[in-house]
T-cell receptor, first 113, second 115 residues
Framework: GESVGLHLPTLSVQEGDNSIINCAYSNSASDYFIWYKQESGKGPQFIIDIRSNMDKRQGQRVTVLLNKTVKHLSLQIAATQPGDSAVYFCAENYGGSQGNLIFGKGTKLSVKP | EPEVTQTPSHQVTQMGQEVILRCVPISNHLYFYWYRQILGQKVEFLVSFYNNEISEKSEIFDDQFSVERPDGSNFTLKIRSTKLEDSAMYFC?????????????FGDGTRLSIL
């Protein structure tokens, strides 16, 4: 998985543009993945999930893509808005666990008006 | 929309003291979790709980930690003798069902500061 560190990768986009946030996951046995959004002072907020038997899932303005071959997950946000500014985490869960989510270190998304 | 609530939002405690963090999971959820996030670091799993038993725990969740469902609505995390390195945000989460493939919904956390 990604190394622990104090410095978050940052993505800066213009309002109205599309955003793509990437995540490399660690465990090839992971079979469930979630994207969370965390605003300052708040807890992780569920955005979208995907199971390992899928490679793409769409929600409202968001799409998650899963590439199991290279253990890569991405979150695409269409028409990014200032309210999308937050830290985005991917989390993985492997079959056989009792819900132990393993979080990535996060990407900070800044949307410029 | 139903949500997980946590109290207090900020807890300041002297090192060596006991602290209890409280959570009210979403009412029809059956599986409960605690995570922590040290400032600037990843969210880390502590423990999962179902049917009044711990289902899984991480290496962080040592003998100083305990969890309890004292009644039908609350879920608590107790740290018996706090250490400086326990300073972190503590998040409670719940899910309708357990195991993998289940979305977990998080509260806004309790910031624990150990002096």
């Amino acid at each position: 998985g990604e190394s622990v560190g104090l410095h978050l990768p940052t993505l800066s986009v213009q309002e109205g543009d599309n955003s793509i946030i990437n995540c490399a996951y660690s465990n090839s046995a992971s079979d469930y993945f979630i994207w969370y959004k965390q605003e300052s002072g708040k807890g992780p907020q569920f955005i979208i999930d995907i199971r390992s038997n899928m490679d793409k899932r769409q929600g409202q303005r968001v799409t998650v893509l899963l590439n199991k071959t290279v253990k890569h997950l991405s979150l695409q946000i269409a028409a990014t808005q200032p309210g999308d500014s937050a830290v985005y985490f991917c989390a993985e869960n492997y079959g056989g666990s009792q819900g132990n989510l393993i979080f990535g270190k996060g990407t900070k998304l800044s949307v410029k008006p | 929309e139903p949500e997980v609530t946590q109290t207090p939002s900020h807890q300041v405690t002297q090192m060596g003291q006991e602290v209890i963090l409280r959570c009210v999971p979403i009412s029809n959820h059956l599986y409960f979790y605690w995570y922590r996030q040290i400032l600037g670091q990843k969210v880390e799993f502590l423990v999962s709980f179902y049917n009044n038993e711990i289902s899984e725990k991480s290496e962080i969740f040592d003998d100083q930690f305990s969890v309890e469902r004292p009644d039908g609505s609350n879920f608590t995390l107790k740290i018996r003798s706090t250490k400086l390195e326990d300073s972190a945000m503590y998040f409670c989460a719940s899910s309708l069902q357990g195991g993998s493939n289940q979305p977990q919904h998080f509260g806004d956390g309790t910031r624990l500061s150990i002096l």
